[in-house]
Structure formats: structure tokens, C-alpha cells
């Protein structure tokens, strides 16, 4: 079957794919981050890995990697396996849904405060 | 008349039966409906021949209209050939999705057994139902009589499917007078009729997982016009189309598929407008008045979107007056079609007198004594800029 191509910004009606039609995962071009007016603060020393964050997330703007030696964690402990990383600020929105359901308290949400350049 | 030897039979069935038997032939993958008033035969058929192992479909009864559509729209989207029948409150219901199917630019056919809007509570016919939703980007094709409505199903699903329009497409048939009423319908082949349709060759589907696709994403003030732009070209194109499509039909059938018909047309002098069931009311009249040598004529849209408004102001430039009779109020306009029809003419040098009648309204009935009336009405010059009334207790 036929592939839909990329809009190419400022495309004409005849130009465009019909009906709105979008090559998967276009989302990705949209960096919801720019909506943000609060901003999650991730303290490492008080994760425990649990993925609560990263499943609850709206826009999956927390990544995760797999670390068999593991890191420091909350109560000095090594967690190995999949680990939570810093949030990706390009997409997160600050919506505060991981703060809230963070067991051990280990994000906090702050006020954003943007460069103006 | 069926010049051309194709196998077909001859059978007594109701409209509703027609257009099962339609339905059947053209194999959708899925069909969803919910039963109203009179649409419920076509799909309790079609659900009959389904469960009898006659057509491999998915049928879905799910709890409302609205989910109908939605489940059709759908499954249009996976790149399944997706069908459902509706009419009247029904029909109404789907509405918030009606301009969601065709702005996908998915094809789904429907058959609409047109009744009256509630309220007053009403299952008898009018156009009302269709009416109120032609500008929402589904090509509108109106049936005379059960023969047009099983025939319309075959070419709204080749018009719809076709990838220069690639919109859907609603038959309508006059409620109980057709879905109902039992006439000798001429059946053609299973395996030509599925040919001449083939089986759906979609673009672009969900399930093609080797090329995934955004199906319905937000456009704001920066794409949102020109997709819209592209459906009103692709309405522009059915209307191409349209008579391309019905030039295979008649392959098969032997018959014509205009945009609408001409009866004693060319040298009236006056005509009236009308579409669906009412036409053939008309035609006996035009008979009987040009038997005691009045010059009356008939023209009959049957695609009523798009609407072929260059063919039509041709069909009528010769005429002296013309009476519009329509089967639906557009409260505080000019009633539906005798909006177009004005419409149509304005690119003429002379100003044809044109009166418009609003008629049988939630299945008022309408007889050739009211017809022959307009006729008389036209003949003598009596055009007024009023709204009149046909079979209303004044």
C-alpha cells in the first residue's frame, strides 16, 4: 500500500496528504514542552525505579534504560535493571502527574521559568 | 430497455428488501446500524442473510446510531468496506460524526429510508432527514422507486470508493412509500454486480503495519483549511465521476445514469422539480396533460451532492416557469432544493419565474390532482415569491 509522506511545512492543499493523514508517531515533531509553567525536579536519591512515573506520564517524556550495574537510589540503595532517567524537557508539558504519584516523593514541581532570549 | 443479455431475475420485493439484496451483492467487511423506523428491514435482511452464511460480514449491532457510525468510520479507516443504513432521529443522531467519516475521506455507504424529524413524533416520509445534512461532505443520491434504490447502492459504493473522491455516500429512498411499498425489481447477477464494485482497494489503512499512519490529527489555523479545500475538490470530482461510474453501470443494466432525469423535458414550456417517489407521481400526470396537448415536463435530480448546477440551469433555460417541489422546510430560507435549483439558474440571460411548494411533510400524502394543480398554477403565469403549500389545511 501507499506511504504517507511528512507535511512539509506551509504545504498547499494539493500538496498535502488528504484527509489530515499523518505518517505514525508524528508527534514526536511537536514539542509539547513549550506549554510548560511548572517543572518537575527529579531527585535521584529518592527513586526507586518503580516505572509509576514513566507509566503515568501523558506524553512519555520520562525515558528509561536498561543498567545491570545499577545506581544509588532511595535509602542508599543499588537499583538495577530498567532505570528511570532525567525527564525530557521537550516534551514534558509540567502537568505535575508524575509529583503526584510518586510514592517516595522523589519529584517536585517548580516554577518554569524560561530564558527570554 | 435491457438491451444487453446479462443475467438477471425479476422479483417482487419491497425497497428495503432492494436494497439488502444490494448490499449483500457489493460483500461489505462490516456493517453497523441500529434499528428505526423505516430503515429497520434493510439491515434485519441484511443481518439474515449474514447469519445464513450468505455474505461473510461482520455485522455489528452496537446501542446507538451514534456508535453505527463510529464503528463504521472505523473500520472504513482499517480499509474495510464499511456500510450501515439509517433514517429521521437516527440519522440526526450520527450527525457529530457524519462530518468525521467524509473529512477522513473514508467511504462508507449508507441507505437512508428518509422519514420526518422529531418533533411532532413521526415515522411517515419526507426529505427532512438528508436534507438537514447536506452540507456535512457525504454525496447525496435520492431513488425513485425500489430499482434506483438497489441500483444507487452499487454506484454510491463505486463513486465513494473511487480515489479521486474517496467520500461517502448516502442513498436515500423514500421511507414506508419505498422501503415498504413491493414493486418487480430486476436482481442482476451476484458475481457481475461484485465485479463491477471489486472488492475495496484502500490507500492508505491502519492495518497496513508496514506503513503506520496517523488516522484524525488536530489541525488548527495552519492546515485545517486546506484539507477541507481538498474535500470540496473531491466533491467536484464525484461529480465527474459520478457519470463515469454510471457509464460502467450501464454496461449491465442497459439503463442511462444522469444526474438527473429529463421526462417530456426538452420542449416544455413548464416544469416541476421533484425528486424521489413523488416523480413518478409526476410523470403520470405530465402523461395525462400532454395528452390534451399541454407542453409539461418533469425533471428529476437524483444526485442531489454535489449538485450538477451548469447540467440542470441547461435542462431548464428553455422553460417559460418552473415549479419547485420540495419535501423538507429549511425554516427561515428558501426551502433545499428550491434554493439550488434558483441557484442554478442565476447564470442565465433571462430570469425564468420560479415558485416554490413545500410538500407531503411527515408523509402527507400527495396526489396527481395537487400535481396536475402546479401544473395549471405554472401554465398560467401565477409565480409568486411565497412559499405555497401543497395538501396543507390552510
Known amino acids: 500500500m501507499n506511504k504517507v509522506n511528512k507535511v512539509k511545512p506551509g504545504a498547499t492543499w494539493k500538496e498535502l496528504p488528504i484527509g489530515g493523514t499523518l505518517p505514525a508517531a508524528s508527534a514526536l515533531d511537536y514539542k509539547t514542552g513549550a506549554w510548560r509553567s511548572f517543572v518537575p525536579k527529579f531527585d535521584p536519591n529518592q527513586c526507586t525505579h518503580c516505572m509509576i512515573c514513566v507509566h503515568y506520564c501523558p506524553v512519555m517524556a520520562i525515558p528509561t534504560e536498561i543498567n545491570e550495574n545499577g545506581v544509588k537510589g532511595w535509602k542508599d540503595k543499588i537499583y538495577k535493571g530498567v532505570i528511570r532517567l532525567e525527564t525530557n524537557l521537550d516534551y514534558c508539558t509540567g502537568c505535575g502527574v508524575c509529583a503526584e504519584e510518586c510514592p517516595t516523593k522523589a519529584i517536585t514541581m517548580e516554577r518554569e521559568t524560561w530564558e527570554v532570549k | 430497455m435491457n438491451k444487453i443479455s446479462i443475467k438477471s431475475k425479476r422479483v417482487p420485493l419491497t425497497g428495503a428488501e432492494a ?25 434485519e435482511i441484511f443481518s439474515k442473510f449474514a447469519a445464513d452464511g450468505l455474505v461473510d460480514t461482520e455485522v455489528v449491532t452496537p446501542e446507538s446510531e451514534h456508535s453505527a457510525i463510529s464503528i463504521v468510520t472505523a473500520a472504513s479507516a482499517a480499509g474495510a468496506r464499511a456500510m450501515s443504513a439509517s433514517a429521521s432521529q437516527g440519522l440526526a443522531l450520527m450527525v457529530e460524526v457524519l462530518p468525521a467519516t467524509s473529512g477522513l475521506r473514508l467511504p462508507v455507504v449508507m441507505a437512508i429510508a428518509n422519514r420526518a424529524l422529531s418533533a411532532p413524533i413521526n415515522i411517515h416520509c419526507d426529505h427532512s432527514d438528508m436534507m438537514a445534512v447536506r452540507d456535512l461532505g457525504w454525496i447525496e443520491i435520492f431513488s425513485e422507486n425500489a430499482q434506483e434504490a438497489y441500483e444507487n447502492m452499487f454506484l454510491a459504493v463505486k463513486l465513494s470508493e473511487h480515489p479521486d473522491v474517496l467520500l461517502p455516500s448516502m442513498v436515500g429512498l423514500d421511507g414506508f412509500i419505498i422501503s415498504h411499498g413491493v414493486e418487480v425489481v430486476e436482481i442482476y447477477d451476484d458475481e457481475i454486480m461484485y465485479n463491477f464494485v471489486g472488492s475495496r482497494k484502500p490507500q492508505l489503512s491502519l492495518f497496513d503495519f508496514e506503513n503506520p499512519i496517523t488516522i484524525g490529527p488536530l489541525q488548527l489555523t495552519d492546515y485545517y483549511f486546506e484539507t477541507k479545500r ?101 425554516f427561515g430560507a428558501n426551502a433545499p432544493l428550491y434554493t439550488d435549483i434558483r441557484n442554478a439558474l442565476y447564470d442565465l440571460p433571462q430570469r425564468i419565474p420560479i415558485q416554490s411548494y413545500v410538500f407531503g411533510l411527515g408523509g402527507r400524502d400527495i396526489f396527481k390532482h395537487q400535481i396536475k394543480d402546479v401544473f395549471v398554477e405554472l401554465l398560467s403565469g401565477k409565480i409568486s415569491k411565497e412559499e405555497k403549500c401543497i395538501g396543507l389545511r390552510e
Request: aromatic residues 8%.
Open chain 2, 19 to 43: 436494497v439488502a439484496e444490494a448490499m449483500r451483492q457489493v460483500r461489505p467487511d462490516v456493517v453497523a446500524a441500529y434499528p428505526i423506523t423505516p430503515q429497520t428491514p434493510i439491515v
Open chain 2, 230 to 330: 481538498q474535500e470540496q475538490e473531491a466533491m467536484k470530482n464525484a461529480l465527474k465521476i459520478y457519470l463515469e461510474v454510471g457509464k460502467e453501470l450501464s454496461k449491465i443494466t442497459g439503463k442511462d445514469y444522469p444526474y438527473f432525469e429529463k421526462y417530456y423535458l426538452d420542449d416544455a414550456e413548464v416544469a416541476i422539480v421533484v425528486m424521489s417517489s413523488t416523480a413518478g407521481t409526476t410523470k403520470d400526470v405530465v402523461d395525462e396533460l400532454r395528452k390534451e396537448g399541454k407542453k409539461v415536463g418533469l425533471l428529476k435530480p437524483k444526485l442531489f451532492r454535489p449538485f450538477p448546477y451548469d447540467e440542470i440551469k441547461e435542462a431548464l433555460k428553455h422553460t417559460k416557469a418552473i415549479g419547485v417541489l420540495d419535501r423538507a422546510y429549511s
